[in-house]
């Protein structure tokens, strides 16, 4: 019964999941959540987990369910309304957005290693090594699960324990437990992991199908599940143990810009030997996020837009292009506009997340309604606030 959702490529495909996630945001913002929550962290633990971890796995399970395949699962939403929507998520979460912030976030860390490298010589090196990457598309899954993850993870173990054991405590906080949970809940939008649900569940799914030609679509589908509830379950205790520790450290991170928390915190417990460890961390991090963002951008470039007048290859090239390009707006200029985009659109793909499920699960049709009436709700909310 056990090998029906675990086996070895389960859990490959479960710390590629993980790892796809965990990139530049989830390094930053859990962080910054223990910061504002001080002593009522529990509490913004909560509404983390809430957006950041539950809301997520709404998606990959209603991916998951549509056996890979994300065109059907917003085909509800009509065919063109469909395909701009896939486009712009993937063009936030791609090179206009989240793999740019990755090259920024993985050049704050290099930094403290080599303060001299300059920025441009960074961002060039890092796109020609996601490049490499992504170059063949069936290794991608393997080579993140099999090589980076193990390596990000140990690192990642290895701070969260340190920073347990070193000697600090929470500062009281003058937020009440509602205001904690809030700051949690909305700070979860930000790692947009429910957008990234969407398209990563669907590469663990091909990669599960391309291994195991032999099994049927019920197995298929059941490890699938397994591969979510681990990558799933490896992102939620990170995330307890990276807002714990911004908490417990609050005192020490006193205006430290926000991608340098960690190193502050391990500094704090290892002294200069932090510097090499947390490099390694946030690189690795932004690497293997990067690389299947750029890689699922490029594919819907390549298949979708130019309908394949360009190939996967050439379309790689561009998508490294464009992020080369953004990321050097800075991570302050990307992160205000993609949480402005976040606090709209989020609730909407959360209320089709739910009703694609139920029309699965109970043939209830009600998918186009539910998005399009919350994202026109939002926007009003949106628009009130701005003029009010």
């Known amino acids: 019964m056990f ?10 495909a479960g710390f590629a999941m993980f790892a796809m996630f965990f990139g530049s945001g989830n390094l930053v913002f859990p962080l910054y959540i223990g910061t504002q929550a001080l002593d009522a962290y529990g509490y913004a633990m909560l509404g983390l987990l809430i957006t950041a971890v539950l809301v997520p796995f709404l998606g990959l399970f209603g991916i998951i369910l549509y056996d890979g395949d994300r065109d059907t699962y917003f085909s509800c939403l009509g065919k063109w309304p469909a395909l701009v929507l896939i486009f712009v998520m993937l063009s936030l979460m791609g090179p206009f957005g989240v793999a740019a912030r990755c090259i920024i976030v993985a050049y704050g860390a290099a930094h403290w290693l080599y303060p001299s490298l300059p920025f441009i010589y960074f961002s060039i090196g890092f796109s020609v090594l996601t490049g490499l ?34 000697d600090s405590s929470a500062p009281i906080s003058e937020a009440s437990h509602l205001e904690a949970f809030k700051i949690g809940l909305f700070q979860g939008y930000q790692t947009m992991d429910l957008l990234a649900a969407f398209f990563f569940s669907a590469t663990a799914v091909h990669y599960l199908q391309a291994q195991m030609k032999e099994s049927n679509a019920l197995s298929i589908e059941r490890m699938s599940f397994g591969a979510s509830f681990i990558g799933a379950g490896l ?90 390009s953004m990321s050097m707006l800075g991570f302050s200029g990307i992160t205000v506009w993609l949480g402005a985009m976040m606090e709209i659109a989020y609730p909407a793909l959360i209320a089709l997340a739910i009703a694609n499920i139920a029309k699965k699960l109970w043939n209830l049709n009600f998918s186009r309604t539910a998005f399009t009436s919350v994202l026109a709700t939002a926007i009003a909310w949106e628009l009130y606030k701005k003029f009010s």
């Open 3 to 12: 090998e029906k959702f675990f086996n070895k490529k389960v859990f490959i």
């Open 133 to 166: 990457i992504v170059w063949k598309r069936r290794h991608i899954v393997n080579v993140i699960g099999s090589f980076l993850t193990p390596i990000l993870l140990t690192g990642i173990v290895l701070l969260i324990a340190l920073g347990i054991w070193g």
């Open 235 to 324: 992102l939620g205790l990170v995330y307890v143990g990276f807002v714990y520790l911004g908490a417990e450290y609050a005192v020490y991170l006193q205006d430290t810009p926000p991608d340098q928390l960690l190193l502050v915190i391990a500094s704090h417990n290892i002294g200069e030997l932090s510097v090499p460890l947390v490099s390694v961390v946030f690189v690795m991090a932004c690497l293997t996020t990067c690389a299947i963002l750029v890689s699922l951008f490029a594919e819907f470039l390549s298949e979708h837009i130019t309908q394949n007048k360009i190939s996967r290859h050439p379309a790689a090239i561009i998508t490294l292009l464009i992020t080369f």
